[in-house]
């Protein structure tokens, strides 16, 4: 009996072991998948806010300012900042220095890029404009990477166009490092940018690439449509949920929360709102969607229209001479033919009584 007891109590102490020493090697699993995860990353302050950490509403067409609250505040856009991607490829193509049919071949560079992406192989070959569509829908980093290097050498010089161009907008308080907007590798930095400065790079975009609505607009579309199609979605929600949305572009990366830069166009008139560094998706999509309602609303009203022009017509014809109730002043000839009508009265009257004489006359010779 005592044997049985003794047996018992090694059974139970032998499972506890078991079980704790599977926990610890559960425990040590999730932690080497955790440091896995963040390997190679440079660790970058949060920098999210409920609901948002800045947003501005500002009027598409003049940039004037209709609603901001910490539009000044720094985040991390992440690939908000394609939009700036596309603001240099645009600027080349309206330049005439690249083409939308040009080939890009696909490297092993950009083949190897993580995050949303079309899965590019190296060695596949799209047209400029294929990837375009890429970068704005499906938020390609893959195509980000393949059209920065196709374009200007290396990520390195793409980044460089992007933060010229950011020098000329105004974006005094954006800085760009990456093609893409994923978190920086060890030793590097992340994209940073405001509400503001964001909402001058659409108001750019727009204004002098009107075309862009073209690709932001665009809710799916087809990747590699002769081979294994790949179906792109957008992740703009705001397309389908807000009436007049056609753009622009979303962000996301876990210390910079949700971003995003939405644009509507009611009767006329196009309104930009940005929301950046929002905790929840959804938070930040109800947001965009008030912002842009409360854009409209502000907005100022149209001045009224100029009056009709009319047009005058120029002749070399002299002056009208005035009307007048006086005489015209007589001239010599007007005098003679006085003269002359008064003769031709009295010689009327005188034939008149030479002729009766005459007739009486002869009458009494009879």
Not at 143 to 150: D, I, N, V, Y
Not at 194 to 220: F, G, M, N, W
Not at 313 to 324: H, I
Request: hydrophobic share 45%; proline share 6%.
């Amino acid at each position: 009996m005592k044997t049985y007891i003794s047996l018992r109590w090694l059974s139970v102490v032998a499972f506890t072991v078991v079980v704790a020493m599977s926990g610890s090697a559960l425990a040590a699993t999730h932690s080497t998948k955790k440091s896995t995860t963040t390997k190679g990353r440079t660790a970058l302050p949060n920098r999210t806010a409920d609901p948002y950490l800045g947003a501005i509403v500002v009027d598409g067409t003049t940039g004037q300012v209709l609603f901001e609250q910490n539009a000044d505040a720094a985040g991390f856009p992440a690939s908000v900042i394609k939009l700036m991607d596309m603001m240099v490829l645009l600027d080349k193509i309206s330049a005439g220095q690249i083409s939308l049919s040009n080939s890009v071949t696909v490297t092993a560079e950009s083949a190897k890029i993580g995050g949303s992406q079309v899965y590019l192989k190296e060695g596949e070959v799209f047209t400029l404009e294929d990837l375009m569509y890429a970068l704005m829908i499906q938020s390609a980093n893959d195509s980000a990477m393949a059209m920065a290097l196709s374009v200007a050498g290396s990520a390195a010089g793409f980044v460089e166009m992007m933060n010229k161009k950011a020098t000329e907008l105004g974006m005094s308080n954006t800085a760009f490092h990456s093609v893409h907007g994923l978190p920086p590798s060890a030793g590097q930095v992340g994209d940073t940018s405001t509400p503001r400065d964001l909402s001058k790079l659409a108001c750019a975009l727009i204004a002098q690439h009107p075309e862009i609505l073209k690709y932001t607009s665009t809710q799916v579309r087809n990747f590699r449509p002769n081979t294994t199609p790949f179906v792109m979605r957008s992740h703009n929600h705001l397309l389908h949920e807000f009436p007049g949305c056609d753009g622009m572009k979303t962000g996301y990366i876990t210390a910079g929360g949700f971003s995003i830069v939405a644009t509507a166009q009611k009767n006329g008139r196009r309104v930009i709102a940005v929301v950046l560094g929002s905790k929840d998706r959804k938070v930040r999509d109800a947001k965009a969607v008030e912002l842009l309602s409360k854009g409209f609303a502000a907005l100022p009203p149209l001045p009224p229209p100029p009056p009709p022009v009319v047009a005058t017509v120029t002749t070399n014809l002299p002056a009208a001479l005035p009307v007048t109730e006086e005489p015209l002043p007589e001239t010599p000839h007007m005098g003679w033919l006085k003269i002359a009508g008064i003769g031709f009265a009295i010689g009327l009257v005188a034939l008149g009584i030479g002729g009766y004489f005459l007739k009486k006359r002869s009458r009494n010779d009879f």
